[in-house]
């Protein structure tokens, strides 16, 4: 009289009911896929923004530091820094913020100096970095720019 078990029965799922699980898991990836793609391109942008940030407090330190000294080489943990009118030249301002090449590539053009994330297809280099222009007689203070219109 055991009712509860029936040896010669199968149990799992039928063929359309996996069907349908991964046509809804499909759709499921499809819509999240475009949120997660540009994650890289936020990414950088995001860390433009950081350096910056860390391009910035360096320069105003240095300066500080420049106008207590009156010295052209400031010399920060191990590095020195050039100073050009009162702030880091684009030679050394890399350095001074703690740029890293292991995350940074930078070009220096004249007074001013691009920095752009490693890792990152060369079509975007002008898209996305960011300069820092050296301070000169006509401008007193340097000029530090985020560009990032495209980082994806």
Do not use: W
């Given at each position: ?12 799922f ?47 330190m ?27 030249s ?63």
């Amino acid at each position: 009289m055991n009712k509860g078990f029936n040896k010669g029965a199968q149990g799992g799922f039928t063929l359309i009911e996996l069907i349908v699980v991964i046509v809804i898991l499909g759709i499921l990836a499809a819509t999240a896929l475009p949120k997660f793609a540009s994650l890289s391109g936020d990414a950088r942008a995001a860390s433009l923004q950081g350096a910056r940030g860390a391009i910035s407090a360096a320069s105003s330190m240095l300066r500080g530091k420049f106008l207590i000294t009156n010295t052209t080489d400031i010399i920060v943990e191990g590095e020195t820094i050039k100073m050009v009118n009162g702030y880091p030249s684009v030679a050394t301002i890399g350095a001074a913020a703690g740029l890293s090449d292991k995350d940074y590539k930078s070009a220096i053009n004249g007074q001013t100096v691009t920095f752009t994330p490693l890792n990152m297809p060369a079509t975007l280099d002008t898209t996305c970095n960011v300069r820092y222009t050296e301070a000169t007689a006509a401008v007193p203070a340097p000029v530090i720019q985020v560009v990032s219109t495209k980082c994806e």
